[in-house]
């Protein structure tokens, strides 16, 4: 139809977030248009139990905006994020985590960044947000900041991800499985985004497009960095790609961080956790080769 405006379907996948949720459904209903697009959400829910499915038909109830609600009772990133997709009928499709939230012009500026530049799909920041001071050590060693650029730098697919991106709904087009479900701990988006390079698609950075992911308290302790960083580890390995050379670095890597951590607790808690965690990954990504899994599921 002429004069038709491109739709946008924001997608969401959850678990055991209600709250999180609401608000972000909060910050989505002051979404800017400009009067060029038109936008829905798909919430998918990964837990059998509903947790965000009153938090959902509340909010579908009173918002102007189309809002629909599913659940995937499999405990598996991929399969919800599959499940998202296929009921998302957008031109194009925004991804979102349900622990982040966005600026009132994100879409806009993310629709614009990617018919400007002619990509498939446009990625933005995450960056950190603390509802109250986290423990210094915690910024000084950066465990929430993550690397940015310029607008308009073309991304590998080492840096993608699915917390903060607009692709156009075509490229899925032919695609029997958009997210594969052996990635059901994670990583299940960058083997998304590697298949999509691989076949030839651009995704680019729009540095002015960011989204706040919340910390909370529980994601400051020690425990969960380390837990996290093994599942990590796991999740790089079951990548095809570069696997030889991953092993490779992380056989040598474990034993030069082993003894280099007496050294680096003399030199500050920061830098003590910050290698740490790397030690971490690299002994996840070993265990993962001698198929023992002592992390079960993604943190929370």
């Known amino acids: 139809m002429a004069g038709q405006k491109e739709h946008i379907s924001v997608c969401i996948c959850t678990y055991k977030r209600p709250q999180l949720v609401k608000r972000l459904l909060e910050e989505l209903s002051r979404q800017k248009t400009g009067g060029i697009f038109e936008f829905s959400i798909v919430v998918t829910d990964n837990d059998r139990e509903e947790s965000a499915k009153q938090t959902v038909r509340d909010f579908a109830a009173t918002s102007a905006i189309e809002t629909s609600y599913w659940m995937e009772p499999i405990p598996n990133i991929a399969l919800a994020r599959n499940k998202v997709v296929e009921n998302a009928g957008g031109d194009y499709l925004a991804f979102i985590d349900d622990d982040e939230f966005p600026g009132a012009d994100w879409l806009l500026v993310m629709l614009k960044a990617c018919k400007e530049r002619g990509a498939?799909?446009?990625?933005?920041?995450?960056?950190?947000?603390?509802?109250?001071?986290?423990?210094?050590?915690?910024?000084?060693?950066?465990?929430?900041?993550?690397?940015?650029?310029?607008?308009?730098?073309?991304?590998?697919?080492?840096?993608?991800?699915?917390?903060?991106?607009?692709?156009?709904?075509?490229?899925?087009?032919?695609?029997?499985?958009?997210?594969?479900?052996?990635?059901?701990?994670?990583?299940?988006?960058?083997?998304?985004?590697?298949?999509?390079?691989?076949?030839?698609?651009?995704?680019?950075?729009?540095?002015?497009?960011?989204?706040?992911?919340?910390?909370?308290?529980?994601?400051?302790?020690?425990?969960?960095?380390?837990?996290?960083?093994?599942?990590?580890?796991k999740t790089t390995f079951t990548h095809p790609k570069n696997r030889v050379r991953n092993i490779l670095k992380s056989l040598v890597a474990v034993p030069l961080y082993g003894i280099a951590l007496p050294f680096l607790f003399i030199a500050g808690h920061h830098l003590l956790m910050k290698y740490l965690v790397r030690l971490f990954d690299h002994a996840g990504r070993l265990l993962a080769l001698m198929k023992l899994n002592p992390i079960k599921e993604r943190n929370n």
Not at 133 to 144: H, R, S
């Open 120 to 233: 498939s799909g446009v990625l933005g920041p995450v960056l950190p947000h603390f509802e109250s001071a986290p423990p210094i050590w915690l910024v000084k060693a950066g465990f929430y900041d993550r690397a940015r650029h310029e607008t308009g730098f073309v991304l590998s697919w080492l840096e993608a991800r699915t917390g903060n991106v607009l692709i156009k709904r075509q490229i899925l087009d032919g695609l029997d499985e958009v997210f594969k479900a052996e990635f059901g701990t994670g990583g299940e988006d960058q083997d998304f985004f590697r298949r999509m390079m691989d076949a030839g698609h651009i995704f680019i950075w729009c540095d002015e497009s960011p989204v706040y992911e919340t910390v909370p308290p529980h994601r400051w302790e020690r425990k969960f960095l380390l837990k996290r960083a093994l599942l990590r580890g």
